[in-house]
């Protein structure tokens, strides 16, 4: 659907059963959940489709190596509880989106015998609260197995390695998926239009002023319950709801590095199990790179925060003590920072003692706000929104929830055999083919037909991301800027930012012919997509 057309049925199609307030991870899994259920449904998010938080995570889908050892330590009940239902809901992930998700070995080394017997017995209990959702036995290794696993790895006074597993997806591309998904269903799914103020009658909501980003033009959507999951901005809208709102959430920024493939196996990730401040850090394969990270430190709620260079150097200092093989700034193709927005149940904890914990509140004027959580559990975070938006709002839905086994959109029929379609069929590379078939699933042969018309070249020649898919992202997608496309359609920013600046002019060209830009309109996506781009240096 022409945006045009999807901006027109929010002004006209009201009222909606949800109106949903941000488009990420924790937005985009509620209005899945309520469509499928029957319910009328609209979301808008002021930036793109998974603009923030959830396009800057680590690519886990994961319990929590780090709750669960705190929740040993600490008899915490609580954080146990979490672990063991993100795991559940891990297993979930993977299997209903399976060409955006597979499980990943990650390799922990151990450099004293004291520490063998603890991680071991600690990523057992993870295997065992995973249960039948388990993707893999851990397994206790030898330094030989764990230097061949993880060649990089210091060998100095290495003990013993333990392999254990955990999921792995692209962010970006399952927040546009989940998009798709909704309105697939009905949802009527709109980027680049900001919730700028609630309405109320009789003290009671009943819809929200939006604005159009792109046009300038404003109205007013009618909804039966809003649904505020705008992350890291959740306590923005609560007070648009009511300006005395207590804040709930901190914010911490996470930043991520990304090396080329010389750093890390294809397939194998490192858990680097204990920071000078605690922490766990991954050094993982993602696309073709080795992304590394993140770091935990409060932050101000913006809405492009930039990775420090104190924070790059953190993550250096700590890779170049477990690896063999040293690391320069200058190895760094990208560096990107993200907000992860914390419930502080305690206001005397730093960021980095928050749990990633999810809060539901409804206020007395009826705004159903969700704080909190993670990618993992972003389903069953829906759920619960979905639930209790219907009990107070007094919602009629067609069916109770249908998520925990609805195959998301190109997972249907996905099956590996995808890949030799794509190479024998369309002639397409294999690299090329490789990613049409994990970033699309059973949809990769429509932008296959795309490239066949003529749109087959490579937007970079050390990438594998086609000209057909700005096309593709453009017409279906919901991308209606160049770095909407360059960012989150294609990884492309998010791994190598000088191939990403060179890729901009064409990117603009291909979006221009199928948008209708103007010269003026050319200038300013260029301009835009060159400073998101600075700020990911």
């Known amino acids: 659907m022409k945006r045009h057309a999807l901006l027109e049925c929010l002004k006209t199609q009201g009222p909606f059963d949800l109106l949903i307030i941000g488009g990420g991870a924790t937005g985009c899994g509620i209005a899945v959940d309520a469509a499928t259920r029957g319910l009328k449904v609209a979301l808008v998010e002021k930036n793109d489709i998974a603009e923030g938080t959830s396009s800057k995570s680590t690519k886990l889908v994961h319990g929590g190596v780090r709750y669960l050892e705190a929740a040993v330590k600490k008899f915490d009940r609580a954080q146990y509880h979490l672990v063991k239902e993100a795991l559940f809901e891990r297993g979930i992930f993977l299997r209903n989106a399976p060409h955006l998700a597979n499980a990943l070995p990650l390799v922990t080394p151990l450099y004293s015998w004291c520490e063998v017997p603890y991680v071991?017995?600690?990523?057992?209990?993870?295997?065992?609260?995973?249960g039948r959702m388990g993707l893999g036995k851990s397994r206790l290794v030898g330094r030989a197995?764990?230097?061949?696993?993880?060649?990089?790895?210091r060998g100095e006074n290495l003990k013993a390695g333990v392999i254990y597993y955990d999921g792995q997806f692209n962010d970006a591309r399952m927040a546009v998926t989940l998009a798709l998904t909704a309105q697939q269903h009905?949802?009527?799914?709109?980027?680049?239009?900001?919730?700028v103020a609630l309405e109320k009658e009789n003290g009671t909501l009943c819809g929200a002023r939006v604005?159009?980003?792109?046009?300038?033009?404003?109205?007013?959507?009618?909804?039966?319950?809003?649904?505020?999951?705008?992350g890291p901005f959740v306590d923005r809208v609560r007070q648009m709801d009511d300006p005395a709102a207590r804040p709930v959430l901190k914010a911490a920024s996470g930043i991520h590095v990304v090396l080329s493939s010389r750093f890390v196996p294809p397939d194998t990730g490192l858990l680097i199990p204990k920071t000078e401040d605690g922490r766990v850090l991954f050094v993982l394969p993602w696309q073709g790179h080795a992304l590394i990270g993140t770091?935990?430190?409060?932050?101000?709620?913006?809405?492009?925060?930039q990775a420090r260079e104190e924070e790059i150097d953190y993550l250096l200092r700590h890779v170049n003590r477990y690896f063999d093989l040293s690391v320069q700034r200058s190895d760094v193709l990208s560096a990107w920072s993200g907000l992860r927005p914390l419930v502080q149940f305690d206001e005397t904890a730093s960021t980095a003692q928050l749990v990633r914990e999810h809060l539901l509140m409804v206020s007395p004027s009826g705004l159903v706000s969700m704080a909190g959580g993670k990618w993992t559990s972003y389903r069953r975070m829906a759920k619960e929104a979905v639930d209790r938006a219907v009990a107070s709002a007094g919602l009629q839905p067609a069916g109770p929830c249908r998520t925990l086994d609805l195959r998301l959109l190109g997972a249907e029929h996905f099956a590996p055999e995808i890949f030799l379609v794509l190479t024998k069929d369309y002639g397409?590379?294999?690299?090329?083919?490789?990613?049409?078939?994990?970033?699309?699933g059973d949809q990769a042969m429509r932008v296959a037909r795309l490239a066949e018309s003529g749109l087959g070249a490579r937007l970079h020649p050390g990438h594998p991301y086609i000209e057909a898919e700005v096309v593709h992202a453009a017409r279906h997608e919901l991308a209606e800027r160049a770095s909407d496309v360059l960012t989150r359609r294609i990884p492309l920013a998010i791994l190598d930012n000088a191939a990403a600046r060179a890729a901009v002019p064409r990117v603009v060209e291909l979006m221009a012919g199928e948008l209708g830009w103007d010269g003026e309109r050319r200038r300013q996506e260029t301009e835009l997509a060159?400073?998101?781009?600075?700020?990911?240096l």
Request: charge should be negative.
């Open 120 to 130: 071991f017995a600690g990523l057992l209990l993870y295997d065992a609260l995973a």
């Open 295 to 305: 770091t935990d430190n409060p932050a101000e709620i913006v809405d492009h925060p």
């Open 211 to 230: 604005r159009d980003a792109l046009g300038g033009e404003e109205w007013s959507i009618r909804a039966r319950c809003i649904v505020n999951a705008a």
């Open 428 to 440: 397409i590379e294999a690299d090329v083919a490789h990613h049409l078939q994990h970033a699309f």
């Open 186 to 195: 009905g949802a009527a799914i709109a980027n680049h239009v900001e919730a």
């Open 530 to 536: 060159m400073e998101r781009l600075r700020i990911s």
């Open 145 to 153: 197995e764990a230097l061949k696993r993880f060649p990089m790895l």
